[in-house]
């Protein structure tokens, strides 16, 4: 008798949904009527895509909560088991210029908010060109291809390139503390180095796994805790990194690390390179 995979139950829903939240993007590319809990104007892909995810993930066995980027209230469904954290469509602002974004998502083994040291498994699919998932488990990253509904793999044990390349960074520069832009122009000075910086953070995030470098979108003069979800993404994206070899940090030490207090909360995400995360680290002490 076959037991159930919980973890691999809510994988497989993510990626069948990803052809369809694709396909579902076009003719949604207007603006709703209504803002996400942190104050965003949704688009209507936003909620199309949040409202499809919830129903499909949430009736899983072995589900026991869903949360969302674009919901103020966590969906309880069953009393035991993995809780779920989305963000549906990361980077919709970029669906009336038609460039790229992505599906983030973290299965927890704690009720939310709860810490990335809670996390058992965690993953991005990117609409990019081709629709990829990125997905982290037991300290292994494995990418795919996305076609028709079923995963393909084209890279096992991923892991970023020894000599970084790209490097990203969010956020008005005005509105940068003097040591983060300090830190920032010193990459920039390196020649090997390449910007690559998209306005959505999972394109980013997937150059840098792909090339090696950084991505950050720090604290702010103005947000001291930066603009990105503690839940739904800056947990689900440090544990892909460092389970690729990578770092992830607050600016003091690991995002996985850091106490979970708020569904929504912010906080500042800096991933990549070990060797570059140190710097910035030193930078900011």
């Known amino acids: 008798m076959t037991v159930s995979d919980p973890v691999e139950d809510i994988v ?25 809990p942190s104050g965003e104007t949704q688009a209507e892909a936003d909620v199309w895509a949040d409202d499809l995810l919830a129903e499909r993930l949430s009736s899983i066995d072995g589900v026991s909560q869903y949360a969302s980027e674009e919901r103020a209230e966590i969906i309880d ?6 809780s779920v954290a989305v963000d549906p469509l990361d980077g919709s602002s970029n669906l009336k210029s038609n460039n790229t974004m992505g599906t983030v998502f973290g299965i927890y083994d704690e ?8 996390l ?22 494995t990418k795919y291809e996305l076609t028709g509904g079923e995963r393909t793999v084209v890279e ?17 520069v005005p509105d940068w503390p003097a040591d983060f832009e300090a830190y920032v122009r010193e990459v920039e000075a390196n020649p090997q180095h390449k910007l690559r910086y998209g306005g959505a953070m999972i394109g980013d995030v997937n150059q840098v796994l792909t090339y ?12 001291p805790n930066g603009k ?23 600016g003091e030490y690991s995002i996985l690390e850091v106490e979970a207090t708020d569904l929504h909360q912010r906080v500042p995400v800096h991933v990549g390179n070990t060797s570059l995360i140190d710097r910035l680290e030193a930078a900011l002490a």
């Open 12 to 36: 497989a829903t993510i990626s069948r949904s990803a052809t369809e939240i694709r396909q579902g993007l076009v003719g949604r590319r207007g603006k709703a009527d209504e803002e996400n």
């Open 77 to 82: 469904c069953d009393d035991d088991g993995l």
């Open 111 to 118: 009720p939310l908010p709860a810490p990335g040291t809670a």
């Open 120 to 141: 058992v498994a965690a993953g991005y699919v990117l609409y990019g060109p081709i629709t990829t998932m990125v997905y982290a488990r037991d300290g292994t990253v």
């Open 156 to 172: 096992h044990d991923v892991t970023l390139p020894d000599d970084p390349i790209t490097y990203g960074f969010g956020g008005r």
């Open 212 to 223: 090696g470098g950084i991505f950050a979108y720090p604290a702010l003069e103005d947000s």
């Open 228 to 250: 990105l979800r503690l839940q739904f993404e800056g947990n689900p994206i440090g544990y892909v990194i460092e389970a690729a070899g990578g770092r992830s940090s607050n």
